[in-house]
């Protein structure tokens, strides 16, 4: 079995890949869709890449009702702080769980609906894979404020690089007063 899977904060998981390294470099297998169902993780539907550099925020972005995505973050070049959020009227909502990813380490991300997702770039230059499990919809597209004093996340670079779309997201009490008791469920 190629992967391990561990539970998170939030709902969220952290998904070990099996590394084979050898005098070329190495070979890693990280996703098979028959094989993580079974933790609870939805087929991919969707695969978009992402690059930026040093400092860039991006974030923290959800889609509403139906459209709620599932998402697993792999890394392929570089080092990310990742951040998820939960929305749901539960004891989690306006917390966040976090992780460091990094090109070779193995590791995946999968953020579960109902969640709101930002990550921050560590290096020069990083390539990220986004698996979805819902196609991006324009018209259910949400964020929240990726300072949200509320939430306070520990970003680690303070110098940020913030796109104007996401630096005017609202506050998460703002947000909360449009989501519905069963936004998520």
């Not at 028959?34 to 991919?44: A, Q, S, W």
């Not at 890449?49 to 998402?71: D, E, N, P, T, Y």
């Not at 630096?167 to 909360?176: A, H």
Request: hydrophobic letters at 35%.
């Amino acid at each position: 079995m190629p992967f391990k899977v561990e539970n998170h904060l939030l709902g969220t998981k952290v998904i070990y890949s099996t590394i084979y390294p050898d005098i070329r470099g190495y070979f890693e297998e990280v996703y098979k869709s028959r094989e993580l169902v079974n933790y609870g993780i939805e087929p991919p539907v969707q695969i978009n890449m992402s690059f930026s550099k040093r400092g860039v925020i991006r974030g923290l972005h959800f889609q509403r009702g139906s459209k709620a995505q599932g998402k697993t973050i792999m890394v392929v070049k570089g080092r990310i702080f990742d951040v998820a959020v939960g929305l749901s009227s539960d004891d989690n909502f306006g917390k966040y769980a976090s992780i460091e990813l990094s090109e070779g380490d193995g590791k995946l991300f999968y953020i579960p609906p109902g969640l709101a997702h930002g990550f921050q770039a560590l290096e020069d230059s990083y390539v990220i894979y986004m698996v979805t499990h819902n196609e991006y919809s324009p018209s259910d597209e949400a964020c929240v404020n990726w300072r949200d004093e509320e939430i306070n996340i520990k970003w680690p670079i303070n110098d940020a690089i913030v796109s104007e779309k996401d630096s005017k997201c609202p506050t998460l009490r703002e947000v909360k007063k449009t989501l519905s008791v069963r936004e998520f469920r």
